[in-house]
């Protein structure tokens, strides 16, 4: 009989932490509570998308308080650029995944309603939208019955 050697049942505890041989970041000490370091990269991670989608929210905020000041003040030119500025961000916040698809198309059709209630040429007409082309319908095929 062989001798079984007891290392190789103990499963390898490389990846905790406690067992790894860098020195832990001072923030990972205070803010995690992770204990695997692909969990630590994570929680790192997380906190620098998170850090990217707060100023992406906040620049949005900040362009929709300027559009409605700009429409508050009635001025049909600087109320025009600054919806599309408006638009642009959130189709941006849209593609990042900051906002959700409808929620922009909401916020864009609610905003687009007030800017051609406050008197300014209509938004929409200044972008030219694409028209999709709908395919071609499909001829019925006619099933042949086979005599036998």
């Known amino acids: 009989m062989g001798v079984i050697h007891t290392s190789a049942c103990i499963p390898p505890v490389h990846n905790r932490v406690k067992n790894f041989r860098r020195t832990p970041r001072p923030e990972e000490k205070t803010r995690h509570m992770a204990n695997?370091?692909?969990?630590?990269?994570?929680?790192?991670?997380?906190?620098?998308?998170?850090?990217?989608?707060?100023?992406?929210?906040?620049?949005?905020?900040?362009?929709?308080?300027?559009?409605?000041?700009?429409?508050?003040?009635?001025?049909?030119?600087?109320?025009?650029?600054?919806?599309?500025?408006?638009?642009?961000?959130?189709?941006?916040?849209?593609?990042?995944?900051?906002?959700?698809?409808?929620?922009?198309?909401r916020y864009k059709s609610r905003l687009n309603a007030r800017l051609k209630a406050t008197g300014t040429t209509t938004a929409a007409a200044t972008k030219p939208v694409k028209a999709k082309a709908k395919p071609a319908a499909k001829k019925a095929v006619a099933k042949k019955t086979a005599k036998a």
């Open 36 to 105: 695997h370091i692909s969990s630590l990269k994570r929680a790192r991670q997380t906190e620098k998308k998170t850090a990217v989608n707060r100023a992406n929210k906040s620049k949005l905020r900040g362009t929709l308080r300027s559009l409605r000041e700009a429409m508050a003040t009635g001025d049909t030119a600087v109320a025009t650029a600054q919806y599309r500025a408006t638009v642009s961000l959130l189709d941006k916040g849209v593609q990042k995944g900051t906002l959700h698809k409808n929620t922009a198309s």
